[in-house]
């Protein structure tokens, strides 16, 4: 079936450090995908999406490519602020269905 | 901008007690999704709708029911609450599937059985 892999958290970097978050999907197909963040205490919101093969899609500094070959769409930042500390959630979805599928979510901790 | 709206944020209740999380979106969307989540296993489905009058199971219905009376309020409901059912839960809506694939959050409510 289809789904989505990430890296297990928590991650934690030092301020200006260089963010790879891995994800890798399964999907009989060519899905969208798509990185969301949720920050403490809120609800999650769309960081950034590619929505097909060698797409990159970016947004507040990060950048994600969509990745065919090796079904990757790993999320990063050349430079992270204490700012970023959150969680991020890679997922994929197809034209045809409704349903976004999620992966567990990755924590990240920025230390000043 | 109100966009998502969940009621209540947060609730304890007893095994066997009934509760209503309500939802509630101001951007006109035909979709609308609750989910659960849950430490390690990022978000699962309960029930979603895709259009008023409309709604359909998701991965986890069980335990649950929702109603979608007006195009704007989708609302969860618990019949027996059981300690399993602790979680947080959130709210989303979106434009049907075919467009961007944009989910909008409310905030989340986090619920407690004891």
């Known amino acids: 079936g289809n789904s989505v892999t990430q890296m297990e958290g928590p991650v934690t970097l030092s301020e200006e450090a260089f963010l790879t978050i891995n994800c890798t999907y399964t999907?009989?197909?060519?899905?969208?995908l798509f990185w969301y963040v949720q920050y403490p205490g809120e609800g999650l919101q769309l960081l950034l999406k590619?929505?097909?093969a060698d797409d990159k899609g970016s947004n507040k500094g990060f950048e994600a490519t969509y990745r065919k070959e090796t079904t990757s769409f790993h999320l990063e930042k050349g430079s992270v602020q204490v700012s970023d500390s959150a969680v991020y959630f890679c997922?994929?979805?197809?034209?045809?269905?409704?349903?976004?599928?999620w992966g567990a979510g990755t924590k990240l901790i920025i230390k000043p | 901008n109100a966009g998502v709206t969940q009621t209540p944020k947060f609730r304890v209740l007893k095994t066997g007690q009934s509760m209503t999380l309500l939802c509630a979106q101001d951007?006109?969307?035909?979709?609308m999704y609750w989910y659960r989540q849950d430490p390690g296993m990022g978000l699962r489905l309960i029930h979603y709708?895709?259009?008023?009058?409309?709604?359909a199971k998701g991965e986890v219905p069980d335990g649950y029911n929702v109603s979608r009376l007006k195009k704007q309020n989708f609302l969860l409901g618990l019949e027996s609450a059981a300690p399993s059912q602790t979680s947080v839960y959130f709210c989303?809506?979106?434009?049907?599937?075919?467009?961007?694939?944009?989910?909008?959050f409310g905030e989340g409510s986090r619920l407690t059985v004891l």
């Open positions: 590619a929505t097909k």
């Open positions: 989303a809506s979106s434009y049907p599937h075919r467009s961007t694939g944009e989910l909008f």
């Open positions: 951007m006109n969307h035909e979709y």
């Open positions: 999907a009989t197909g060519y899905p969208s």
């Open positions: 997922a994929l979805k197809f034209d045809s269905n409704y349903q976004l599928i």
């Open positions: 709708s895709v259009g008023e009058g409309t709604t």
